[in-house]
């Protein structure tokens, strides 16, 4: 089993940054892939995004290339979600996951941790 804790949500107003962590513990040798995902109120969980544990160049979703920065510190098993030039359409609740499975698919996953970004 893994658990995954996030942390550093919370209300920014538009065109400020947040980061988030995510901490792993359990079986984290096993880590392959880590990702952030996000579910805005009414809408479906969508993908943002993902890192490779041992190397290669991070994915992102079109909506928040160049906008959002994925990093990983393998000694403290964490992955960083660096939030820049946030817009109030990136208000949800952003999740980890680890182990990935397939393209968007992962079988760990954390409780989630609230991004608010005020107009």
């Known amino acids: 089993q893994v658990q995954l804790v996030e942390s550093g949500g919370g209300l920014v107003q538009a065109g400020g940054s947040v980061r988030l962590s995510c901490a792993a513990s359990?079986?984290?040798?096993?880590?392959?892939?880590m990702g952030w995902f996000r579910q805005a109120p009414g809408k479906e969980r969508e993908f943002v995004a993902a890192i490779s544990w041992s190397g290669g160049s991070p994915r992102y979703a079109d909506s928040v290339k160049g906008r959002f920065t994925i990093s990983r510190d393998n000694a403290k098993n964490t992955v960083y979600l660096q939030m820049s030039s946030l817009k109030p359409e990136d208000t949800a609740v952003y999740y980890c996951a680890s182990h990935r499975a397939g393209p968007y698919d992962y079988h760990y996953w954390g409780q989630g941790t609230q991004v608010t970004v005020s107009s």
């Open positions: 359990g079986r984290t040798f096993s880590i392959n892939h």
